[in-house]
């Protein structure tokens, strides 16, 4: 059964739970757009009632007072608006932030192991502020940004038609620029992306390999190629910018407060000179005109606030579309501890088939060891049993009920695992310990430490065991696995699965978590993936995986006799310890 998918939300779908209050803050907003024309066009009207013979008193007063209530208006519808699309953004990043939370938890475990938290935490965090940038502040701005040109526009088209063409005229100009140089950097942002994505992978690959790269005198080639990468990256931003640069450069020039007072006083004494009005109706332009300017170059700034915000949700979604594995309508308990694989098979997708008709039965009280060479398939067998992923094909069984109708809470309490990698959190070692049972005491989580051979490590801590992981202290990867089989002791579930636990330890580390192992595994149903053999000699059962197949499978030594694919590991690993121990001795002899 493959993991339930849903189509990728976009952003109106994500701004869903705020449109009410988000709408109601864009009209109030685009009213007090208005309302910050209203005194400009008020002095401007002052002017010409004052200036014309006979004075209308009565219109003057009017006008004058509308002039002071109007920025009255605007501080309010303003502030309220703002208000409104604030408490709007943080209705959307609670629904997002809850999405994500209730989605990132019912995917499969399997698919955090498969990528890295960088995209994860850029979705959670920085996706989600910028949608915050967007509705909070971008929807608003860009509001006024569109409303105030036009309002001013409809007040200067009522004054004279003619003479706001004629200020159209760089307008129309400076738009025209404006849309023509974005598409032009448009255009060539992939091959900017492509060139930044080359050179980033260059500085990686020569601060990773740093080490290597000195050792071997290599060290001037590697620049080389970064050099390289980085004159590439240059010429193709250089390349970028400067289709782009000239017409943006013109279309700001054209939107200039100071075009714009050039044209008004060109084209407007023109008009003066040709009788077509009189000059005291020039002044409105001069007075409302020149704040065209502004917002109409503000415009390209929130325009791309609200791209970067439709990327971001476009991330985001992708996130929240993740496939997640499907719950069991009517969940069961199994009502004994035999683990069963039958005819399982599993592909990451069409192209990489990784196990096929795998039978395999644990038997309880029992530990067996799934052995092979690498790419055999190994850690996906061991990551089906606590249902990282399901199979593709074929079940995976506890006392006889398929894990899919078996409730997550339920598995875990039956099923725990110990993997190659630490997983330890940033928070106290106490915190990390008792992740399996939150409610155990200070002793019993003393004791699980004992237990696991780290407790000494963890007194020697700054804090003891309420050291933070990460700031306070930091362990070896052999202290930090022996803290996640403390976890599993405490866990105390009945099946455990150990996916080559010793893989990064050293020799005396080795030692002592081989020994936390054992202690895990009395009495329990143990899967334990294992790379060296000499480790598994003393298990119940032996499982030998070759190309996702079971090639053979039996105890140590039938094995041995059976002379087949694991005899030949042995043999494999006995001659490699022993030309090992040779070399210490020669290098030893005097």
Partial sequence: MRPEETPAPGLRELLHPARRRLTTAICLQAIAAVMAVVPLAAVAELARTLLTDPVVQARAWTVAAVAAAAPVAWLVLSTIAGGLAHYADLDVQLSVRRQ??????????????????????????????AMHHMVAHALPNLTSSVI???ATLAYL????????????????????????????????????????????????????????????????????QYATAADAFATSFLSWVSHAFRTSAVSELALSPVTMLLTILIGGMTLVSNGHFAAVDLLPFAVVGLGLSGPLQALHYYSHDIENAGAAATRVGRLLATPVLPLPTHPRRPESLTVQL???????????????????TLKPGTITAVVGPSGSGKSTVAKLLPRFFDPTAGT??????????????????????VLQDAQLLDSTVRNNIRLAKPEADDDTVRRAAQAAAVHDRIEAA??????????????????????????????????????????????????????????LAAGRTVLVVAHRLASIVGVDHIVVLDEGRVAEQGAHAELLTANGRYADMWRLQ????????AANITKEAP
């Avoid at 399982?344 to 196990?355: E, H």
């Avoid at 599993?488 to 150990?498: H, K, M, R």
């Fill in 462 to 519: 700054p804090h003891g065991y309420d050291s933070v992981i990460g700031t306070d202290v930091r362990f070896s990867g052999g202290e930090a696995q022996r803290i996640c089989i403390a976890r599993a002791l405490l866990a105390d579930a009945p099946i455990v699965v150990l996916d080559e636990a010793t893989a990064h330890a050293d020799a005396e580390s080795e030692a002592l978590i081989q020994d936390s192992l054992s202690l």
């Fill in 100 to 129: 994500l939370i209730d989605r990132l938890g019912r995917v499969p475990l399997g698919w955090f192991t498969n990528r890295g938290t960088g995209g994860i935490g850029k979705a959670v965090q920085h996706d989600v502020d």
């Fill in 574 to 581: 006995e001659q490699s310890d022993t030309s090992l121990v």
């Fill in 396 to 417: 995976v069984t506890i006392g006889g009920v398929d894990l899919r109708d078996i409730a997550p809470v339920d598995l875990y309490r039956m099923v725990s695992f």
């Fill in 148 to 150: 105030t040109p036009l």
């Fill in 342 to 360: 039958s005819g399982v098979a599993y592909a990451y997708d069409d192209n990489r088939t990784v196990l096929n008709g795998i039978d395999l």
């Fill in 157 to 224: 088209f009522w004054v004279d038609w003619l003479m706001t063409l004629v200020l159209l005229i760089p307008v129309a100009i400076g738009v025209g620029l404006f849309v023509r140089a974005g598409m032009t950097m448009e255009s060539h942002t992939s091959a900017f992306d492509e060139a930044q994505r080359r050179l980033s992978d260059k500085i990686v690959e020569f601060v990773e390999g740093i080490a290597v790269v000195k050792m071997f005198s290599e060290a001037k080639r590697a620049h080389r």
